[in-house]
């Protein structure tokens, strides 16, 4: 028989995420600062948009992270003919009982790995960005709900745009967090040649906590104050973004309350229990940038430096 818990404490919480980050990191690697945004994501139950060229490791972080946490884990690579029944599910035939059952698909695990997410059409881009928000998936007029905690690392390739659907922004807009692997500093990449002469490290990772506490810490996450002042103080960052004049669309009121469950988990997970302008700072462009829409003639602008000016703009009280 367990012992019940109802509540994780800050510290207890960080405690987790410093696990999970030490397991992920021990078979991949990846800067610091994009582990911790992707347990930030975890904890305040977001997705991850992951923006990369192919073989730096997307699969490898998304099985990593799935295995630390015991979750389960799938897989779907996107092309143009797939459908959203092969994601969501569809109900099929049961011979034997003359009946129609429910066949969930892929998108039931609770980690889900969607490559190349602009290759699906935009119907099953939709089917899939809708159970995202739902969490629940409605086939027939009945309604599943998905596993939890359930969370979409989707890739997109941001150099092939051939054949691509790329996604509207109010998709993009789902997403809590846009990360870019990138390539490893060379020590880690020669270290990473070396270990895997063993073999795949992935193998190697095993259960630092349960999906169970992943949902507690969830939870605390949930329960970290935000004063009055932080909450004025992410809306005058939004409000920056917006009258930029190199913007054409800035960040939404969607985007700010993301900001803000973004950095109550970064503060949990650093075992506070009150957010600070900091959380948000750290933040702001992994959460931001990505829906913002720039002018036309900001050509050449990043996104990112949009947001990095907005924070320089607006003082932190
Ligand atoms: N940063 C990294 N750290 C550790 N291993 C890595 C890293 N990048 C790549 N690898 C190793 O290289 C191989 C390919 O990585 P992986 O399949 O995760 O790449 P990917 O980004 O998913 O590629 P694709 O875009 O083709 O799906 C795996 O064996 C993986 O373990
Ligand atoms: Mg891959």
Redesign the pocket.
């Known amino acids: 028989m367990g012992v019940t818990v109802e509540q994780l404490a800050p510290a207890e919480v960080a405690g987790l995420g410093s696990r999970v980050a030490a397991s992920v990191a021990a078979?991949?690697?990846?800067p610091g600062q994009i582990l911790r945004e992707v347990l930030v994501a975890l904890v305040a139950d977001g997705h991850v948009l992951i923006e990369?060229h192919?073989?730096?490791?997307?699969?490898?972080l998304a099985r990593a992270l799935a295995r630390s946490i015991d979750a389960d884990y799938a897989r779907i690579q996107c092309t143009s003919d797939l459908l959203p029944s092969d994601v969501v599910g569809a109900n099929v035939f049961n011979q034997r009982e003359t009946r129609f059952e429910f066949r969930p698909g892929p998108v039931f695990a609770h980690v889900v790995l969607v490559?190349e997410i602009n290759r699906a059409s935009p119907k099953t881009q939709s089917g899939l960005l809708e159970c995202m928000q739902e969490g629940h998936v409605t086939v027939d007029g009945a309604s599943h709900p998905l596993a939890r905690p359930f969370m979409v690392l989707a890739?997109q390739n941001p150099v092939e745009y051939e054949g691509t659907y790329p996604l509207p922004e109010a998709q993009l807009d789902r997403f809590m967090v846009r990360v870019s692997?990138g390539y490893?500093p060379a020590r880690q990449e020669a270290e990473?040649l070396s270990a895997?002469a063993g073999g795949?490290?992935?193998l190697d990772v095993t259960a630092v906590t349960s999906v169970d506490e992943v949902l507690l810490a969830q939870r605390a996450a949930i329960a970290v104050h935000a004063s009055a002042s932080l909450r004025d103080y992410i809306v005058a960052v939004l409000a920056r973004t917006r009258n930029d004049p190199r913007v054409e669309l800035g960040a939404s009121p969607r985007a700010g309350l993301m900001l803000l469950k973004a950095a109550k988990a970064s503060a949990v997970l650093d075992g506070r229990d009150h957010a600070l302008p900091d959380d948000v700072k750290q933040l702001a462009t992994a959460v931001l940038a990505h829906r913002l829409l720039l002018a036309p003639t900001a050509f050449g602008l990043q996104r990112s430096e949009v947001v990095r000016d907005a924070l320089a703009a607006v003082p932190a009280l």
């Open positions: 078979a991949v690697k990846v990369d192919p073989g730096v490791g997307k699969t490898a490559d890739t692997l490893p990473m895997h795949d490290r992935v």
